[in-house]
């Protein structure tokens, strides 16, 4: 596609329900990152794929968040038996090569839970 | 770890008029790239400009541009002639060489008045 399309755009669920979160990068980007922006704060990195090394997973903020990536396309991101504090929007970018090429960025998927 | 900040959580210009926005990071690192996105009530995470540490000259994009101050770890933003289009987060980001994760200083809110 044109550009780094999430789904859904915003997700409602209930305190313990689990919840997946969907991200297609941009076609060709080898580098796909997940970031957690929770209101009026910056962007809290989760985890990172490029290409076909291990991801690195050393900002996910507990075991109840896992991500997979299916060879350089399609990311989800899995939050399990949800908590208040996991409301937040939900940033996928990809890129080229890495971060020091441009990461463009999808519109993020708004997540809350009740 | 490496540390973004941005002092100035809210910002206001008058349009037509000139602002510059704060951001200094933290690194031992010599070689690395930092970045200004802004961020419209849209969500999207646009690229504004970016600067390689290495290159002395200041980057510019038409009316934005960066006073890039390598030995006091800082990197403003400046705005020349604001517009309404403008108004946004904008977020000052830092990344190492390498495939590593974008560093996000917390934002900074610009309010552009007519």
């Known amino acids: 596609g044109a550009g780094v399309s999430q789904s859904p755009s915003n997700k409602v669920t209930e305190k313990g329900k689990d919840v997946e979160l969907r991200c297609d990068p941009i076609?060709?980007?080898?580098?796909l990152y997940w970031y957690r922006q929770r209101l009026g704060q910056g962007l809290e990195f989760l985890i990172y794929?490029?290409?076909?090394?291990?991801?690195?997973k050393s900002g996910l903020p507990s075991d109840r968040f896992s991500a997979e990536r299916t060879g350089e396309s399609v990311s989800t991101l899995t939050i399990q038996r949800t908590q208040q504090e996991d409301s937040a929007v939900y940033l996928c970018?990809?890129?080229?090569?890495?971060?020091?090429?441009?990461?463009?960025f999808g519109q993020g998927t708004r997540l809350t839970v009740v | 770890a490496q540390t973004v900040t941005q002092s100035q959580p809210e910002m206001s210009v008058q349009e037509a008029e000139t602002v510059t926005l704060s951001c200094t990071y933290d690194t031992s690192e010599s070689d690395y790239y930092l970045f200004w996105y802004k961020q419209p009530p849209s969500r999207q995470m646009i690229l504004v400009i970016r600067q390689e540490a290495y290159k002395q000259q200041n980057a510019t994009e038409n009316r934005f541009s960066v006073n890039f101050q390598k030995a006091a770890k800082s990197f403003s933003l400046k705005i020349s002639d604001s517009q309404l289009g403008d108004a946004a987060m904008y977020f000052c980001?830092?990344?190492?060489?390498?495939?590593?994760?974008?560093?996000f200083g917390k934002g900074t809110r610009l309010s552009v008045i007519a």
């Open positions: 794929f490029q290409g076909n090394s291990a991801p690195d």
């Open positions: 970018a990809s890129s080229i090569q890495g971060q020091n090429t441009e990461a463009f």
């Open positions: 076609s060709g980007h080898t580098a």
């Open positions: 980001a830092y990344s190492n060489s390498g495939n590593t994760p974008l560093v």
